[in-house]
């Protein structure tokens, strides 16, 4: 899952939305936790990672993945994601229109990013250098636009990926295939969102075996 995908699939809780927005940029084992993070941000850590788990084995998620061209298929988890953040961007209003004070994508943008600003435990330096750029530029609503989209695959294939890159120009082919993508996604949402909810109580239930739900 991309950023607005996991800030989405977190919840409310703002240490679980943080950890979402945060998770790619912690590498390595979170038992015991990385020095510097802290409990909070480490429970939405491992919640960040179990969702992108589950993700890689959905059915949906899968075909997805197979309506990816044969040339950029190695590639094909990371334009899914971005493909999956358009979907959301696109149908929010459907999809999240009863989040309080957060119906409108915009809203739920600048909430995460002030929840982002003001969490008390320390973030990741990498991630710092890079959440100034995304709270500037709104880069989670901007995933509503397929151009962005494309921009986004572009440079993430220039600076992350090894040459040649199998990224440049990928955003072409969510326009090729826009329903069947589109499709799986309305399948994979309830099922992300059932799973993340079941982690969180399972979490919770650790924490006061007598408590079954989240207050």
């Given at each position: 899952?991309?950023?607005?995908?996991?800030?989405?699939?977190?919840?409310?809780?703002?240490?679980?939305?943080?950890?979402?927005?945060?998770?790619?940029?912690?590498?390595?084992?979170?038992?015991?936790?990385?020095?510097?993070?802290?409990?909070?941000?480490?429970?939405?850590?491992?919640?960040?990672?179990?969702?992108?788990?589950?993700?890689?084995?959905?059915?949906?998620?899968?075909?997805?993945?197979?309506?990816?061209?044969?040339?950029?298929?190695?590639?094909?988890?990371?334009?899914?994601?971005?493909?999956?953040?358009?979907?959301?961007a696109v149908h929010w209003r459907?999809?999240?229109g009863n989040l309080p004070g957060e119906s409108a994508l915009e809203s739920f943008t600048a909430n995460t990013y002030r929840l982002i600003a003001t969490h008390p435990e320390p973030l990741p330096p990498t991630f710092c250098e890079v959440f100034a750029r995304m709270a500037a530029q709104d880069w989670l609503a901007s995933y509503r636009d397929p151009a962005s989209v494309a921009l986004a695959l572009d440079r993430i294939g220039e600076y992350r990926l090894?040459?040649?890159?199998?990224?440049k120009g990928a955003g072409e082919e969510l326009l090729e295939n826009y329903a069947g993508f589109e499709e799986d996604f309305m399948a994979f949402l309830p099922d992300a969102l059932a799973f993340a909810a079941s982690v969180q109580r399972e979490r919770f239930r650790a924490q006061d075996p007598g408590r079954a739900d989240m207050d």
């Open positions: 899952m991309n950023y607005l995908a996991h800030a989405f699939l977190a919840g409310p809780l703002s240490s679980d939305r943080v950890g979402g927005i945060a998770g790619d940029f912690v590498r390595g084992p979170l038992d015991p936790l990385p020095a510097g993070i802290g409990p909070l941000l480490g429970a939405g850590l491992v919640l960040h990672r179990r969702i992108d788990a589950y993700a890689d084995t959905h059915p949906a998620f899968q075909r997805s993945r197979t309506r990816v061209s044969v040339q950029r298929r190695r590639v094909g988890g990371i334009m899914v994601d971005l493909f999956y953040d358009h979907f959301l459907r999809l999240a090894r040459q040649p890159n199998q990224l």
